[in-house]
Nanobody
Framework: QVQLVESGGGLVQAGGSLTLSCAAS????????MGWFRQAPGKERDFVAA????????YYADSVKGRFTISGDSAKTTVRLQMNTLKPEDTAVYYC???????????????????WGQGTQVTVSS
């Protein structure tokens, strides 16, 4: 069982930055693939970014590529999402998630993730 707790959300003006953190109850990278998703009101939960078990391979949605960076700490218990040049369309609840590393297909599929945090609200004002 993995417990995930997100933090770092808030209100920021367009063009600003925020860093989200996801603290895991266990060492995650050696056991799980980690990802970030987001969900805006009335919309589906969308993939944002993911990181490999080694922490060296990253994946991004096209909408955030070049602006967001996913990373993990050396203890492999915290995953971060650095968000720069934020836009109003980035407004959503952001979720951290973990999935079985034996799943080899794209990390962009939300239903492949077994564990989810409670989410943290990010609001970008124009």
């Amino acid at each position: 069982q993995v417990q995930l707790v997100e933090s770092g959300g808030g209100l920021v003006q367009a063009g600003g930055s925020l860093t989200l953190s996801c603290a895991a109850s266990v060492r995650t990278f050696s056991t799980y693939r980690m990802g970030w998703f987001r969900q805006a009101p009335g919309k589906e939960r969308d993939f944002v970014a993911a990181i490999s078990w080694s922490g060296t391979i990253t994946y991004y949605a096209d909408s955030v590529k070049g602006r967001f960076t996913i990373s993990g700490d050396s203890a492999k218990t915290t995953v971060r999402l650095q968000m720069n040049t934020l836009k109003p369309e980035d407004t959503a609840v952001y979720y951290c998630a973990a999935r079985d590393p034996r799943i080899v297909r794209s990390p962009r599929i939300a239903t492949d993730y077994d564990y989810w945090g409670q989410g943290t609200q990010v609001t970008v004002s124009s």
